[in-house]
C-alpha cells in the first residue's frame, strides 16, 4: 500500500514536471527554506550585537531550534530532489547562463545543509548540559565529542566556527545573485522560471521591448566570446600524456 502511494505521489509530480512546472511538494520546500534562511541571517546579525542577557540566550536556542528544523527540512528537500522528476524548463537550455545556474544550486545545496551541520557541531563540542531540542519540541542528540578531551573539542569548535562564518558569507553572496537570474527571467527573458516556483505571478508575454532585445543580443556576443575563449584555452593547454 505504502509503494502505490509512493508511486502515485511521484506519477502527480511528475505530471507536474512535464507541464514545466515544479510540484507544490518543491514549491513549499523552496519558500520556507528561503524564509527560514532570510530570518536565520537576521537573527544571527541581531545575536552578534545584542547585549548579553536572557534576550540573547533566548536568541541562540532559538537559533539552534530552527537550525535543526532545517537541517532536517534540506534533507528531506534532498530526497525529494532525488526522487521527484526533475523539471524542465526554460532555465535548463543549453549554454553558460544554465551551467552557472546548476553550479548555484549545487552551491546552495552545501550552504544549507552545512550551516546547521556546523552549527550542530559547534554546540556538541561545547560543554553544554542543556537537551538540544528541535523546533523547542523534540530532543536532538549531540554529536559525540563528549569523551574527547577539551583541547580536541575545542579545535572541532573553531574549525566548525570558521566553516559557518564561510557558508554564511558565501550564502550572502549567493542570494542576491539566486534573485537577480529569478528577476531577470521574469522581467527580461520572459519565460516561465519564475511562474513555475511562484505561480501566483502571472507569466509574462513573450514580447520584448527594444531594450529587452539589445540585452539579449549582448547577452549572445558575450555568451559566445567566453565560449570561444574557453575553446582557444582549451586548444593551448599541454595535453596530457596517456596512461601505457
Same mark, same amino acid.
Given at each position: 500500500?505504502?509503494?502505490?502511494?509512493?508511486?502515485?505521489? &511521484?506519477? #502527480?509530480?511528475? @505530471?507536474? =514536471?512535464?507541464? *514545466?512546472?515544479?510540484?507544490?511538494? $518543491?514549491?513549499?520546500? +523552496?519558500?520556507?527554506?528561503?524564509?527560514?534562511?532570510?530570518?536565520?541571517?537576521? &537573527?544571527? #546579525?541581531?545575536? @552578534?550585537? =545584542?547585549?548579553? *542577557?536572557?534576550?540573547?540566550?533566548? $536568541?541562540?536556542?532559538? +537559533?539552534?531550534?530552527?537550525?535543526?528544523?532545517?537541517?532536517?527540512?534540506?534533507?528531506?528537500?534532498?530526497?525529494?530532489?532525488?526522487?521527484?522528476?526533475?523539471?524542465?524548463?526554460?532555465?535548463?537550455?543549453?549554454?553558460?547562463?544554465?551551467?552557472?545556474?546548476?553550479?548555484?544550486?549545487?552551491?546552495?545545496?552545501?550552504?544549507?545543509?552545512?550551516?546547521?551541520?556546523?552549527?550542530?557541531?559547534?554546540?556538541?563540542?561545547?560543554?553544554?548540559?542543556?537537551?538540544?531540542?528541535?523546533?523547542?519540541?523534540?530532543?536532538?542528540?549531540?554529536?559525540?565529542?563528549?569523551?574527547?578531551?577539551?583541547?580536541?573539542?575545542?579545535?572541532?569548535?573553531?574549525?566548525?566556527?570558521?566553516?559557518?562564518?564561510?557558508?554564511?558569507?558565501?550564502?550572502?553572496?549567493?542570494?542576491?545573485?539566486?534573485?537577480?537570474?529569478?528577476?531577470?527571467?521574469?522581467?527580461?527573458?520572459?519565460?516561465?522560471?519564475?511562474?513555475?516556483?511562484?505561480?501566483?505571478?502571472?507569466?509574462?508575454?513573450?514580447?520584448?521591448?527594444?531594450?529587452?532585445?539589445?540585452?539579449?543580443?549582448?547577452?549572445?556576443?558575450?555568451?559566445?566570446?567566453?565560449?570561444?575563449?574557453?575553446?582557444?584555452?582549451?586548444?593551448?593547454?599541454?595535453?596530457?600524456?596517456?596512461?601505457?
Amino acid at each position: 500500500m505504502i509503494d502505490k502511494l509512493v508511486a502515485n505521489i &511521484l506519477e #502527480w509530480a511528475a @505530471g507536474h =514536471a512535464d507541464e *514545466g512546472r515544479y510540484s507544490p511538494v $518543491a514549491i513549499v520546500f +523552496h519558500w520556507v527554506m528561503a524564509g527560514l534562511v532570510v530570518f536565520q541571517l537576521a &537573527l544571527g #546579525w541581531w545575536m @552578534g550585537r =545584542a547585549p548579553v *542577557g536572557a534576550g540573547k540566550v533566548g $536568541a541562540h536556542d532559538l +537559533h539552534y531550534a530552527i537550525g535543526l528544523v532545517m537541517l532536517v527540512l534540506v534533507v528531506c528537500r534532498g530526497g525529494w530532489r532525488l526522487l521527484a522528476p526533475p523539471v524542465i524548463n526554460d532555465a535548463d537550455k543549453p549554454g553558460l547562463e544554465s551551467l552557472f545556474a546548476h553550479v548555484g544550486h549545487y552551491v546552495f545545496y552545501i550552504c544549507l545543509f552545512g550551516l546547521p551541520l556546523s552549527g550542530w557541531a559547534m554546540l556538541s563540542a561545547t560543554a553544554r548540559e542543556e537537551q538540544l531540542l528541535l523546533a523547542g519540541i523534540t530532543p536532538w542528540p549531540l554529536m559525540p565529542f563528549q569523551e574527547l578531551t577539551a583541547e580536541r573539542r575545542w579545535q572541532i569548535e573553531a574549525a566548525a566556527e570558521w566553516m559557518h562564518f564561510g557558508l554564511v558569507v558565501s550564502l550572502l553572496m549567493l542570494i542576491p545573485v539566486h534573485v537577480a537570474a529569478a528577476l531577470k527571467h521574469h522581467f527580461i527573458d520572459r519565460d516561465d522560471v519564475f511562474h513555475g516556483m511562484l505561480p501566483i505571478v502571472p507569466q509574462r508575454p513573450r514580447r520584448r521591448t527594444g531594450w529587452q532585445r539589445r540585452y539579449r543580443a549582448w547577452e549572445k556576443q558575450v555568451g559566445a566570446q567566453a565560449s570561444r575563449l574557453w575553446r582557444s584555452l582549451r586548444a593551448a593547454s599541454p595535453a596530457r600524456p596517456r596512461s601505457p
